[in-house]
């Protein structure tokens, strides 16, 4: 009886010591977990939008200074390699822009633009150039005649626009449009449109 509960006690001290010494033993390598990477905005695709701004411009070879709220509608694709973002963009926008100086009313009744779009994105966050053709009504009255032609040109300007869901984002930007001169019989001059404009907007993605 007495060997049987020697035995016992020396495997017991031999478990407890053999439990210490290993847990003495230096650990094996950690498991490797891969960071999770963080959701890239996508900009890629089509999308289309409203617009409202202000716009500030001159009629040239006369005082005239039109100015006035605009606002309107915009549809555009963009593609996207990596952080840059390119693409087109085309517009139609309304325009109260008008002034009268000595007897002669001018206004930009509404304009339109075709352009390119080149930026560069922070995840939701694109900056960008833009530049193109812009084409639009420029109508001159003067006593009880009235005389309007479409005059083309270009425009360019720079933007900001942030995503804020995958589907929706919202832009700002500045623009410069020339409209070329054109003939008008009201005047006996060449007249054009150069105008500055602010807008904001937003935007849906396909």
Request: proline share 4%; charged share 15%.
């Amino acid at each position: 009886m007495n060997k049987v509960l020697r035995g016992a006690c020396v495997a017991a001290v031999c478990v407890s010591a053999g439990a210490a010494i290993a847990a003495d033993l230096p650990r094996g390598p950690q498991p490797y977990y891969s960071p999770v990477q963080p959701s890239v905005y996508n900009w890629a695709g089509v999308y289309a939008g409203l617009n409202v701004g202000y716009g500030w411009g001159k009629v040239t070879n006369t005082g005239a200074n039109p100015n006035g709220v605009l606002g309107g509608g915009q549809l555009g694709v963009n593609w996207q390699s990596g952080q840059f973002v390119y693409g087109a963009e085309g517009d139609l926008q309304g325009s109260g822009a008008d002034d009268t100086f000595a007897g002669y009313k001018f206004s930009n009744p509404w304009f339109g633009t075709v352009r390119g779009r080149a930026g560069y994105a922070f995840n939701n966050v694109l900056l960008y150039g833009t530049l193109g053709l812009a084409f639009g009504d420029l109508r001159g009255e003067f006593g009880g005649a009235s005389e309007t032609h479409t005059e083309a040109g270009w425009v360019g300007g720079l933007g900001a626009e942030v995503g804020l869901a995958p589907a929706w984002s919202v832009k700002g930007e500045y623009l410069y449009m020339d409209l070329a001169d054109r003939g008008f019989g009201i005047t006996g001059m060449d007249n054009g449109y150069r105008s500055s404009m602010f807008r904001f907007g937003f935007n849906y993605h396909f």
